[in-house]
């Protein structure tokens, strides 16, 4: 006697619930041989990093150059500071944020004047904070806040 | 030396390599995609340390000179009908590059034995159970009653995922699917109560921990804009209980670097799902600023965890 088994042989966890994460070659799809220099691995990288979408020749990706940078605040933001904590307003789009203290400071220390490094020092200067800690959370906020439209580079 | 085992188009591999590039670290990278100029792999062990020489494409490495190793993908593609090579050359060449790692007595990120665990999730939940964490209840079954009564036992509040190292996107069983329980009889399924609260994403690095928490009302955070969902995400600082659990939990399971998938519940404890062996730190560091991968490059270059 014949059944109709078919449907019954479909896993229960459908297609589309099962993504296909292969990394894609690219739209160059670019490979390296394992007799490739360095250098021509990393250029070949910062192709890829930036056919990805990310930044790959920003600084972030050096640590020495990220801090050698003077950042300050985009002409299109307004901010007050209530019980130290600051709120700022992006006129572009609209949106809100809250900085808390410390995060208060490092935007009022973020004035075109000084580099990250100084930031960094002036912060581990103010507070009672480990140097790697608050590199860390450093890093952090400006990439947010970058990302956010709040801040742009000044040079370097 | 550093060796990256991984193709140059993942964005993972290609992000340590600009970052140990700007460090003017010696590399080389073993692409599975590129076809090998030649199939053998060459080198020699007395049980206890590589000797002499990797030979890999016709090119001899020092074994003594390499400093570490970071371990994405091995891979092979399976040889043509017509005996033709493939990308990535054979399964004897990519065994032969397992084997190597794993005979390097130097730090690996990760070791292949290491991230097995979660190739069976539910092994590995209960591997996390044992280091102290909360985990949700699971069934894995394929038996579609057994599947009704513990969505009923929930009150429906049950999500469902593959059991394997297969990537399945987490969904709410709905009713609808209730009505499909007959297809579990050709596969097991996994089943866990759905634990509400926010998603905490742990990237474990040595003795360092970056925690991202990422609130979506999608059931996975991952896929939000599938289903029109938002997504926010931002740097946490976790309780130290839990952080040093989470350090625990990745040597536990004999890792260097690990994504630990934690949610925090209404009351505050903090369930954990599973341990990322190979976790895709850069979505999370280019969206939050976190130095995730740059923490990885340091470990590289140091050679140890520890300092």
């Known amino acids: 006697m014949s059944e109709m088994r078919t449907p019954l042989h479909r896993p229960f966890i459908e297609p589309e619930l099962r993504p296909d994460v292969a990394v894609q070659p690219g739209a160059t799809g670019v490979t390296v041989g394992s007799s490739a220099s360095t250098e021509e691995i ?6 890829v990093l930036l056919e990805a979408g990310y930044p790959a020749v920003s600084p972030r990706w050096n640590p020495s150059q990220f801090l050698d940078r003077t950042l300050t605040s985009s002409l299109d933001i307004q901010f007050t500071v209530l019980d130290d904590e600051a709120i700022l307003l992006n006129l572009q789009n609209g949106h809100y944020y809250t900085l808390n203290s410390v995060g208060t400071v490092i935007w009022g220390l973020l004035d075109g004047s000084r580099t990250l490094r100084e930031v960094l020092n002036a912060v581990c200067d103010r507070f ?29 | 030396m550093i060796l990256l085992f991984g193709r140059i188009a993942d964005p993972i591999i290609a992000s340590l390599t600009v970052q140990l590039a700007a460090r003017s670290t010696d590399l080389m990278v073993i692409d599975p995609a590129h076809s090998p100029v030649d199939e053998a792999v060459e080198w020699e062990s007395d049980g206890n340390a590589l000797l002499g020489f990797l030979r890999i494409d016709r090119r001899a490495i020092d074994a003594s000179s390499i400093r570490s190793m970071y371990v ?38 990760n070791r292949r034995i290491a991230g097995c665990t979660n190739a069976s ?32 036992e929930f009150g429906g509040a049950v999500i469902y995922k593959s059991l394997s190292a297969e990537r399945s996107i987490v969904k709410r069983m709905t009713v609808a699917d209730i009505g499909r329980l007959g297809l579990l009889h050709t596969c097991p399924l996994q089943l866990q109560e ?29 896929y939000a804009e599938r289903v029109g969902a938002g997504r926010e995400m931002r740097p946490i600082d976790l309780p130290p209980d839990v952080a040093a659990r989470c350090v625990t939990l990745t040597k536990s399971l004999g890792l260097v670097v690990a994504g630990v998938d934690l949610r925090r519940a209404a009351d505050g404890e903090y369930y954990c799902f599973e341990a990322n062996p190979s976790p895709a730190f850069l979505w999370f560091e280019d969206m939050t600023g976190q130095r995730i991968g740059e923490a990885i490059v340091e470990l590289l270059c140091r050679g140890t965890v520890w300092n």
Do not use: N
């Open chain 1, 42 to 47: 990393a250029q070949v990288a910062k192709q």
């Open chain 1, 128 to 156: 009672e904070v480990d140097r790697e800690r608050a590199h860390d959370d450093l890093v952090a906020l400006v990439v947010r806040m970058e990302r956010e439209g709040l801040l742009h580079t000044e040079r370097g």
């Open chain 2, 72 to 109: 994405r993908e091995i891979g092979w593609a399976v040889t043509g009908a017509t005996g033709g090579q493939t990308p990535g050359g054979s399964r004897a060449r990519a065994e032969s590059l397992w084997a190597f790692i794993e005979a390097y007595g130097g730090l690996v990120i």
């Open chain 2, 121 to 152: 999730k539910p092994y590995q939940l209960e591997l996390i159970r044992k280091q102290g964490f909360h985990v949700p209840q699971t069934l894995v079954t394929t038996d579609p009653e057994a599947a009704r009564l513990f969505w009923e």
């Open chain 2, 194 to 222: 759905f634990i509400p609260g926010v998603d905490v994403r742990v990237h474990v690095v040595g003795e360092r921990i970056f925690a991202t928490e990422i609130r979506s009302e999608a059931a996975d955070y991952r």
